[in-house]
């Protein structure tokens, strides 16, 4: 009991003095801020991608004596409701990189800086960026942010099962028929081995990576205003249809897991650049990629993710500080060393076409896919309501990739549950 | 014949107590097994039992945070909520338990009521609140709206309850002040449920997530689970490192629970005879 007690004590009297030491850390930071400038800048780059980031940015500070940029990291999914936040009770940093999926909500927020207006016009703040890039960041004629980088989804294949399954390992599907055929060959080699992975997990991962077959069939998702859904059509039907007789006729795919194609069991998986650096690392498999397969007659798509860099109103030294962060980081030598660093896509064709990436590209085929590919990604709706549209398009169809609906039905029930989510924002 | 019978009901027990530990157990050594996998091998098939025993995985996962002042500001809150807890707890219970004063049931039934209303939806205006008192992003905004609780108030009420007066009234006779009986005699009598509330509050405020990732900015102030969280990124998750921080994260757990066990399963216990 005593002993209880005098090691009770001793962890107070340690918790006590840490809280004092945190508490005189922070005033002498407060009496050091005179002049120079340190602004937050909130991402969700972690790992390889932060590191990356962090070396970028001591660069910064280093080169602009009186700005410090200190970049923080929130897991993925609890930046939006952290920025949001923030909006809300005006606690704003200086600086964001968020998902492009999001742009709508901070467009609207009221609280971002005109680019435009600060770099000296969209036209120049813009330079070759490329213009479908640019989608995310015009809001009622302002430049409210700019590409911080991009991607875009292409094939993924195994060459050890195509080997195996007597397939030309150099020769990856280029249509929607040599993919099925594709599949049907690797799931006949047995012990549980799919033939492709699909996705189909209700939410924003099973439209994104739906979304392609969409456009590849001539489908769209919705209309030029974004006020109707378009997708169910017999276009429409036709790539839903492909995909799940995919796993309910030719049982080449499996509905419900995923990470197969990680360890080597599926034979194709459709998925981003950035999968690229960690195959290559630790994949117990060759693998190869090749831009997405099209159906006869269709035309290229592929889907386009990434994320937008913006500066918050606020103090003008801090803004002025943002604004001038963003001009270096979008500008092309510092982004195509951001794009090595993490195998993200070139934002525009002088970043695409340095020494820099091009070097990099020959040092990694794989990459070859996804940068012939990115002129073909098509952005998503940038609307407020998008993500409650993509959960509940997601929703409507989950049930007919395990056959439990049929595919106009899914569909039907997708077109009324997107056209109710438009209306409710 | 009775003491065979005796024996088969032994067997049945403990096969059933085996199924059951094994079912809480499995995620644990999942975990532990994970965490010990070289990169290469997260890609591969599954195994349970370590076989690989990788530990630059735990070196990795802790050199790419500033864990180790993650870990002190989350026992720094832990902590500090744990014994706030405890001290507002045991004076608030027992002045419920003992003392008449005007509105108590109301005040007592608003009390309860309180606990009927879910996290997330107070985060909000516990923010606002937060940010008029500028404590956000400082530790402050962890500590001080959580060193109360209502269930900690209904946890020790009850068990005071069942303590006989006659101890208060002895240690009154000695001389004793209220402030005196509390600590000296209603306390110690009512270790259990203090070791319970204490648990409770410590794992909340270890494990608490939500609160902590809206109210704190920089990377300074983070608590451990917001370390662990940026290990699951949009661009893939690191399992194996995800893995060796979180069992870093758990030992100060098992260590609380441990310490604790045998009050705790005392303290739940009698709770449910004492009224």
């Known amino acids: 009991m005593k002993r209880t007690q005098r090691s009770l004590a001793s962890i107070l009297s340690l918790a006590v003095l840490a809280t004092v030491s945190l508490g005189t850390g922070s005033a002498i930071a407060a009496n050091k801020v005179v002049k120079p400038v340190t602004i937050q800048f909130w991402n969700y780059w972690d790992g390889g991608n932060g590191k990356a980031l962090s070396a970028l940015i001591s660069e910064f500070n280093k080169k602009n004596p009186g700005i410090t940029v200190k970049p923080v990291t929130f897991p993925w999914g609890d930046l939006l409701p952290k920025l949001q936040t923030a909006i809300a009770s005006g606690t704003t940093p200086a600086l964001a990189a968020t998902d492009i999926a999001w742009m709508a909500n901070m467009n609207q927020s009221g609280k971002l800086v005109d680019l435009g207006a600060a770099l000296g016009g969209i036209k120049k703040a813009t330079g070759d960026i490329y213009p479908s890039l640019l989608t995310y960041g015009l809001y009622k004629g302002k430049l409210q942010s700019l590409p911080a980088s991009t991607n875009n989804l292409s094939l993924f294949y195994n060459k050890d099962l195509f080997r195996k399954a007597g397939l030309n390992p150099n020769k990856p599907p280029k249509t929607w028929a040599e993919m099925r055929a594709a599949a049907i060959a690797i799931s006949n080699l047995g012990n549980g081995i799919q033939g492709m992975e699909i996705y189909v997990q209700p939410g924003e991962g099973l439209t994104w990576q739906f979304q392609p077959y969409l456009w590849q069939s001539g489908a769209g998702f919705l209309n030029k205003t974004n006020t109707a859904p378009t997708f169910n059509s017999a276009a429409g039907r036709s790539a839903l249809q492909f995909l799940v007789d995919l796993i309910n006729v030719d049982r080449a795919a499996t509905a419900g897991q995923w990470g197969a194609f990680d360890k080597g069991q599926a034979g194709m998986r459709i998925d981003g650049s950035w999968m690229v650096g960690g195959y290559r690392e630790n994949a117990p498999f060759e693998f190869g990629t090749a831009m997405l397969p099209i159906p006869e007659g269709g035309v290229r798509a592929t889907n386009m993710g990434g994320e937008q860099i913006m500066a918050f109103k606020g103090k003008a030294a801090s803004q002025a500080a943002a604004v001038k962060f963003i001009r270096w980081f979008t500008s092309a030598p510092i982004q195509a060393r951001w794009d090595v660093a993490t195998n993200f896509m070139p934002i525009s064709d002088t970043v695409a076409n340095s020494t820099v990436i091009l070097k990099h590209v ?63 924002n | 014949m009775k003491s065979t019978k005796k024996l088969l009901i032994k067997v049945a027990d403990h096969l059933t107590l085996i199924v059951i530990s094994s079912v809480v157990i499995l995620p644990f050594l999942w975990m532990i097994t994970t965490s010990l996998k070289p990169p290469k091998l997260a890609f591969s098939s599954p195994y349970l039992i370590p076989t690989h025993f990788y530990w630059q995985n735990f070196v990795n996962a802790w050199q790419e945070a500033p864990f180790a002042r993650y870990y002190l500001n989350s026992i720094i809150v832990a902590i500090s909520v744990t014994f706030g807890q405890v001290f507002t707890s045991a004076l608030a219970a027992y002045a419920f338990d003992r003392f008449e004063f005007p509105f108590k049931r109301s005040l007592w039934f608003t009390l309860l009521a309180s606990m009927m209303v879910p996290l997330p939806l107070l985060v909000i205006p516990s923010f606002q609140i937060i940010q008029n008192l500028h404590w956000a992003d400082n530790l402050a905004a962890l500590i001080i709206p959580r060193a109360w609780s209502a269930f900690g108030i209904l946890l020790l009420r009850q068990f005071i309850h069942s303590i006989p007066r006659d101890f208060d009234d002895a240690a009154r006779m000695d001389g004793a002040s209220t402030v005196r009986v509390i600590w000296s005699v209603i306390l110690p009598l009512a270790r259990p449920a203090v070791a319970t509330l204490a648990l409770f509050a410590f794992l909340f405020a270890w494990n608490d997530f939500l609160w902590p990732l809206i109210v704190l900015n920089t990377p300074e102030n983070f608590t451990v689970p917001l370390g662990i969280a940026n290990f699951s990124g949009k661009y893939g998750t690191r399992w194996t490192l995800l893995m060796a921080a979180t069992v870093s994260a758990t030992i100060p757990a098992v260590i609380a629970f441990l310490a604790m066990q045998k009050s705790l399963i005392r303290g739940l216990a009698s709770g449910g005879i004492n009224e």
Request: aromatic share 10%; proline share 6%.
């Open chain 1, 362 to 424: 020959a040092s990694e085929p794989a990459l070859k896919a996804f940068i012939d590919q990115q002129k073909y990604a098509q952005a998503r709706p940038a609307i407020a309501s998008y993500p409650a549209v993509s959960d509940a398009f997601s929703k409507a169809l989950e049930p007919a990739f395990y056959g439990r609906v049929g595919v106009a039905e899914a569909l039907a029930n997708a077109d009324a549950a997107v056209r109710k989510a438009l209306k409710s």
